[in-house]
């Protein structure tokens, strides 16, 4: 029978509106048998998820997103780190820094969004993070503040690229984020890789070291499964998969998991043992 794992999903750690024990909880629910949390530039949830597991009928591991920065393609990039040390030299070192960077960020956003009249604080924005901020929680006080109504609408009027209140992101390059992970012994993953660029652009990653692809994301159409999953192929790359599950009232709430066979899961389960 195919099992049914989650690899990409998201707690208030970073943007997402679960704690790790209600993540748990939902994914319980969906038939979630291996889950994997992927917070954004952080580890913090790892406890809470360990300690949710022990009374729940579910398997989890600690994973990681890293939001990259770069020219072209390379600022659409995020990195999934599965089986590395948390513990290695450096690596909470670096999310740290990543996260201070993501302040420096929003600060400037929200210094945007208030030369175009709309009265933001930073406090609005930093007051629904519990850690790693980014331009969700900026959406997430534009709509307590009613100027918008979701997430979504915010994005598309002041926080994507082109739009007023947009700021490059200030995260590391590609190459620097597949190395940190890389070092701590884990394996790195090119999340939602719709978003990444033409086939060029996923080269250059591979060449840096990537070692897998989310060819499974639940986004995907059914020609960009195949498509991936035949880049995976040819270059024997890991295939990893996720809901990019990110909570109520996100627009990214769809049942957590994604169905491996035996063979598949097998796979996984060799890349995430680590953590």
Do not use: W
Not at 21 to 34: D, I, T, W
Not at 143 to 165: D, M, Q, W, Y
Request: proline content about 4%; some cysteine.
């Amino acid at each position: 029978m195919p099992k049914r794992v989650e690899l990409h999903c998201h707690s208030i750690f970073s943007d997402g509106t679960l704690t790790p024990a209600e993540l748990v909880s939902r994914a319980v629910k969906n038939g979630v048998e291996l889950l994997t949390l992927t917070d954004h530039d952080s580890i913090s949830g790892g406890p809470d998820l360990f300690a949710a597991a022990k009374t729940a009928d579910i398997d989890v591991r600690l994973g990681i997103e890293i939001n990259c920065a770069g020219a072209g393609a390379a600022d659409r990039v995020h990195i999934l780190g599965y089986g590395f040390n948390p513990q290695a030299p450096g690596f909470a070192e670096h999310l740290g820094e990543f996260r201070e960077r993501r302040v420096v960020r929003s600060r400037r956003i929200v210094e945007n969004l208030r030369a175009l009249g709309i009265a933001i604080e930073f406090e609005d924005v930093k007051s629904g993070a519990h850690e790693t901020l980014g331009r969700p929680h900026v959406a997430d006080a534009l709509r307590r503040l009613g100027v918008v109504k979701s997430r979504k609408e915010a994005f598309e009027r002041f926080l994507i690229k082109g739009k007023p209140g947009y700021v490059e992101s200030m995260g590391p390059s590609p190459a620097e984020a597949i190395a940190l992970i890389r070092d701590a012994g884990g394996t790195a993953c090119l999340a939602h890789p719709q978003t990444a660029g033409k086939e060029t652009d996923l080269d250059e990653l591979h060449r840096a070291g990537l070692q897998g692809i989310e060819a499974l994301y639940a986004g995907h159409t059914l020609s960009q499964l195949r498509a991936y999953g035949d880049y995976a192929a040819s270059r024997a790359l890991f295939v990893c998969g996720g809901s990019d599950f990110h909570g109520p009232g996100t627009g990214r709430e769809e049942r957590l998991g994604i169905e491996y066979d035996d063979a598949g899961y097998a796979a996984v389960m060799e890349r995430i043992e680590t953590c």
